[in-house]
């Protein structure tokens, strides 16, 4: 069962549009959104949520149409957002005060509960915070009041390493509890190499891939050799290449071929960081091809 279904969504601004975006996120998995900034991460986020109209597509979260049962599915999402969009002069129990009458599941055991494991007071102002204790407090929020489908934009950015570790064993623990979901919205491809269960690439508005992690890491591989093994057969195995005198080091998803053609060259596993650098490359050399 998916939790969300994203068909066909289209949005246009000046300088950008969302083109036929679909994806799905299945019950039980994260799903890391991974692009560059720009690439559409946060402008597919707010459509999903209808803070952003779309032209055109379907959004179905739970089974349900996001068009016309909008009332009852954000009840069941919660959200976490960079900037955290919280009235900044108010402490924490008159911001949980604004929001908790929206959700008719909200549960004051697990706020208090969350706020203790988080180290936040209810009197602290929320303009007092840091950064880092904005994202707790607003992780606190969201998982106060049952949500099924967690939806995070950019969640770990501009966090030190401590908190973005302790924010990982969070999602972890939620998704422990069954029948969750979550889409995760960042540039941070490390975190998602320690908790993803699935890949979601976006590129200049336009989904790149959908792959189940372990499964796109395993066909990707590091290659390092000597620079006389390059020549316009062997280059053209690379999705991104670079060499000096002494070394190249490229990315392939043809890597049994690489090592019959290049003997002696080594292969390492690929992170989140290189595919995604490797599919950025590659997107631009086919632009540069179609254009010459």
């Known amino acids: 069962m998916n939790v969300l279904e994203v068909n066909g969504l289209c949005k246009s601004y000046r300088n950008f549009a969302l083109k036929e975006i679909t994806f799905s996120v299945p019950e039980g998995c994260i799903a890391g959104f991974i692009g560059v900034n720009g690439a559409g991460k946060t402008t597919t986020l707010r459509s999903i949520l209808g803070l952003a109209r779309p032209s055109a597509g379907q959004i179905r979260v739970f089974g349900l149409d996001m068009a016309k049962d909008a009332k009852e599915i954000k009840d069941r999402i919660g959200v976490v957002f960079d900037d955290g969009q919280f009235y900044m002069e108010l402490t924490l129990k008159e911001m949980k005060n604004v929001l908790a009458p929206a959700y008719s599941s909200w549960s004051e055991q697990d706020f208090a509960g969350w706020l203790d494991r988080f180290a936040l007071l209810p009197g602290q102002r929320i303009c007092e915070l840091s950064k880092g204790m904005r994202m707790k407090f607003a992780l606190a929020l969201a998982l106060s009041h049952k949500a099924e489908l967690l939806l995070m934009d950019e969640p770990t950015s501009g966090l030190d390493p401590l908190i973005r570790e302790e924010f990982l064993h969070v999602l972890t623990d939620y998704m422990e509890q069954g029948g969750k979901g979550v889409l995760f919205s960042t540039h941070i491809t490390s975190d998602l190499d320690k908790v993803a269960d699935m890949l979601i690439m976006i590129d200049?508005?336009?989904?790149?891939?959908?792959?189940?992690?372990?499964?796109?890491?395993?066909?990707?591989?590091?290659?390092?050799?000597?620079?006389?093994?390059?020549d316009d057969e062997t280059r053209r195995l690379f999705m991104k290449l670079e060499e000096n005198g002494f070394v190249f080091?490229?990315?392939?998803?043809?890597?049994?071929?690489?090592?019959?053609?290049?003997?002696?060259?080594?292969?390492?596993?690929?992170?989140?960081?290189d595919i995604m650098l490797a599919n950025l490359s590659g997107a631009e050399a086919a632009e540069k091809q179609r254009g010459a």
């Open 249 to 273: 080091t490229g990315i392939t998803k043809e890597a049994d071929y690489v090592m019959r053609r290049m003997p002696g060259v080594l292969l390492e596993r690929a992170a989140v960081e």
């Open 204 to 230: 200049r508005g336009r989904i790149v891939f959908q792959e189940e992690k372990d499964a796109l890491m395993d066909s990707y591989r590091i290659v390092k050799g000597d620079p006389a093994l390059l």
